[in-house]
């Protein structure tokens, strides 16, 4: 008797193996890939988690915590599995079973493949923790690897959106800042560091957030964000993040993503206070709720009324929040309301917005001509 069928008979005697045909995809069962990448990306067993066999023991427990789970593993053949299998059960998986055949008996029997598309992708590792979640899972974490997301300003708003989306696995974001860091930012733009004063916005951005997650594509443009830049990227993104502090770029951005037909996160903070809103879709856009600009004297920004960096983490954070709900149709958005925070009293509230029905920007037809010189119009009073 050879070798391997010493160590298979062994294997036999500790795990069982079960026929293809039993196997059932949607059951509560971890369905274990553990041939090489190369064979997994002509197709998986739909659901299946693929730890390549030289990999299994150092990233099994990571992924499968629960030893009581049920798991079946297979390979090619059933013969890789098998061994596997047995390591798993020598590791204190008490229920592990390997598929007799492997995928061929598995495509034999009739059983369909799930193709991993690399736009799809993603290490599961590095997001164990957000697809337990019910909402989100596996399609939700595909989704925001799918995703593209403008951020309008790498401060104080941007930065914890920015970090929270590149942790979260949203596979592309593009920032839009024309500034370079200055010492007096890092008290709250907590994308950027010491070393990197004077530093474009957008460059130190990159440096943080691919460190953070390289496979995360950040797009960076060192630019205002004026109408012509507005018209050209924002067509191509599914979700605009505004953490801009000036009402300017704010009617802009509103306008735009009213002309496109994208939502916007809105985020605004003040000393202690903050307030955050989605924008577009069936509720308000920014403009319903404030049709005017304040004088520049009554809207000080971050550096002139002051603000908390905790202030600005906070805010960003639920932005953050709002972008993952809307990119993934998670339920409970704040589209048509407003989140409001008050940081120093501890008092948080949730406002009912509605549209108004006579708004200059969203009663507007989106690609009417009145609506184009109406917007020009607009746009040339604010800049
Ligand atoms: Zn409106």
């Known amino acids: 008797m050879s070798h391997l069928a010493k160590l298979l008979g062994q294997a036999r005697r500790t795990v069982c193996e079960v026929e293809a045909d039993t196997v059932n995809v949607n059951s509560s069962c971890v369905i274990i890939d553990c041939r090489e990448p190369e064979e997994s990306s002509s197709g998986v067993i739909p659901g299946a988690l693929c730890i390549p066999r030289g990999l299994l023991e150092s990233k099994v427990e990571r992924l499968v915590a629960d030893k009581g789970q049920p798991i079946i593993i297979y390979c090619a053949s059933g013969v890789r599995s098998l061994l596997a299998a047995k390591t798993l059960h020598e590791m204190g998986y008490a229920q592990v079973t390997s598929l007799a055949g492997g995928i061929e008996a598995w495509k034999a029997s009739g059983g369909t493949l799930s193709h991993i598309h690399e736009d799809t992708q993603f290490d599961r590792e590095r997001y164990l923790s957000q697809l337990k979640l019910p909402d989100l899972g596996e399609a939700g974490q595909a989704r925001l690897?799918?995703?593209?997301?403008?951020?309008?300003?790498?401060?104080?708003?941007?930065?914890?959106?920015?970090?929270?989306?590149?942790?979260?696995?949203?596979?592309?974001?593009?920032?839009?800042?024309?500034?370079?860091?200055?010492?007096?930012?890092?008290?709250?733009?907590?994308?950027?560091?010491?070393?990197?004063?004077?530093?474009?916005?957008?460059?130190?951005?990159?440096?943080?957030?691919?460190?953070?997650?390289?496979?995360?594509?950040?797009?960076?443009?060192?630019?205002?964000?004026?109408?012509?830049?507005?018209?050209?990227?924002?067509?191509?993104?599914?979700?605009?993040?505004?953490?801009?502090?000036?009402?300017?770029?704010?009617?802009?951005?509103?306008?735009?993503?009213?002309?496109?037909?994208?939502?916007?996160?809105?985020?605004?903070?003040?000393?202690w206070q903050g307030q955050v809103a989605v924008f577009g879709g069936e509720g308000p856009c920014y403009e319903c709720v404030f049709p005017e600009a304040p004088d520049g004297e009554m809207a000080p920004n971050c550096a002139e009324g002051g603000v908390l960096g905790a202030v600005t983490g906070i805010v960003g954070a639920a932005m953050a929040c709002e972008v993952i709900k809307l990119l993934c149709g998670i339920e409970g958005g704040l589209t048509g309301a407003m989140a409001s925070f008050d940081l120093k009293g501890m008092d948080f509230a949730r406002l009912k917005l509605d549209r108004d029905p006579r708004c200059n920007c969203c009663s507007m037809p989106r690609e009417s001509d009145v609506y184009r010189a109406a917007k020009s119009e607009h746009c040339y009073l604010r800049t």
């Not at 509103?254 to 985020?267: E, L, S």
């Open 145 to 271: 690897k799918r995703a593209r997301v403008l951020i309008i300003g790498a401060g104080g708003l941007g930065s914890p959106v920015a970090l929270y989306l590149a942790a979260a696995g949203v596979g592309t974001l593009t920032l839009v800042d024309h500034d370079t860091v200055d010492k007096s930012n890092l008290q709250r733009q907590i994308l950027h560091t010491s070393d990197r004063i004077g530093l474009a916005k957008v460059e130190s951005a990159w440096i943080t957030l691919r460190a953070l997650n390289p496979e995360v594509n950040v797009g960076r443009l060192q630019r205002r964000f004026d109408f012509s830049l507005a018209q050209e990227i924002v067509p191509d993104h599914d979700v605009v993040v505004d953490g801009t502090d000036n009402f300017t770029t704010r009617y802009l951005v509103n306008h735009v993503c009213h002309r496109f037909n994208k939502y916007c996160v809105h985020g605004s903070v003040y000393q």
